[in-house]
Structures are given as structure tokens and as C-alpha cells.
């Protein structure tokens, strides 16, 4: 069984229910084994659109990762997810991270995530539950990741109630 992380996110309807629909979905396809925190952020490459919320998931699967891919990319169709502009609003986003330690990139599927080094949305939750982890193409821990980013964003530690339970603005000094 390889170990894959996924990032789960959404900033359209009821958020919350959106992304624990598609981590109900998503246990039908893969054993989760550990999942962060829910975080409020803010949107990315597209700043006109609702807040996100966000999370990132520890799975098990046979899957392959282009039938993985397949998979995250049903669920999203199934739960509304319409084709738009890069960056837009959306019901539901399913983004494979990382894939045991394989490093590929082809035509529809990138591993690791290539954009994950640069969004505190992707790598505060993953250090949550993951900070020892190693991105293969990198060689740097998560939690290295997380210190090197030298970017401003909004990470919202969310607590299901619409309450902020931690606020972090500057994540370049996240120890």
C-alpha cells in the first residue's frame, strides 16, 4: 500500500461540509490515517473569491496515481466542481501532495504537488501532521519548508464553528 497525502479544500457553499463529504467519498477509494486540522485561508492567484478552508490528509492506497487521480477528480465532478478559470472558486479541490517518494511529472499529473512549497494553505496543515516528512525532489523536511517560506499569508486555524482559534500572518516565522 503506498502512503499518499492529499490537500482538500473548498470556498463555495457550505465549506465545511464539503470537505468532510469528500473525505467520506474519498474513504470509500483509500484508508485514512491521519488528518490536520481545518484551516480558514485566504485565496491564492485569484484574490476576489470567499476564504478557503483547507486541510491535508495521511491515506493508504492501492491505487496507482493516475487511477487515484481518476478517483479525486470523480469525486470532485460528482460533488459540482465545474471547469473554470486557473485559481477559481470551487466546491471542492483534491490535490494529490505527495505519493509515497515518488517524484513524476506528465501531462495531467505532477508529484509532488508543484506548488506546494509556496502555500502555507498546503504546508502548515501538512506539518500538523507531518513535519518530519521529506519532499523527495526537494530533500527537505516539511517543517523546513514551512521556515524557508518567505511569503504572507493568511492561515486560520479553524474549529468547525466559524471561530478562529489561531491566527498565523506571518508563517516564515512558524517554529
Do not use: W
Amino acid at each position: 500500500m503506498a502512503i499518499v497525502y492529499i490537500g482538500i479544500g473548498s470556498n463555495l457553499g457550505d465549506r465545511r461540509q464539503n470537505i468532510l463529504t469528500a473525505m467520506e467519498l474519498l474513504s470509500e477509494k483509500v484508508v485514512p490515517e491521519k488528518v490536520s486540522s481545518i484551516y480558514e485561508t485566504e485565496p491564492v492567484g485569484y484574490d476576489k473569491q470567499p476564504l478557503f478552508l483547507n486541510l491535508v490528509c495521511k491515506v493508504e492506497t492501492e491505487l496507482s496515481p493516475q487511477l487515484l487521480l481518476k478517483q479525486l477528480k470523480k469525486i470532485e465532478r460528482g460533488m459540482g466542481r465545474k471547469a473554470s478559470f486557473r485559481n477559481a472558486p470551487r466546491v471542492i479541490d483534491l490535490d494529490i501532495l505527495f505519493y509515497d517518494d515518488i517524484v513524476m511529472e506528465s501531462n495531467e499529473l505532477t508529484i509532488p504537488h508543484p506548488g506546494l512549497t509556496e502555500r502555507a494553505f498546503v504546508l502548515v496543515p501538512l506539518e500538523e501532521i507531518a513535519p518530519g516528512l521529506v519532499h523527495p525532489a526537494k530533500k527537505k523536511m516539511v517543517k523546513q519548508l514551512l521556515l524557508e517560506l518567505n511569503s504572507r499569508s493568511g492561515v486560520i486555524k479553524y474549529d468547525g464553528d466559524g471561530k478562529v482559534l489561531h491566527r498565523r500572518r506571518n508563517v516564515s516565522s512558524i517554529r
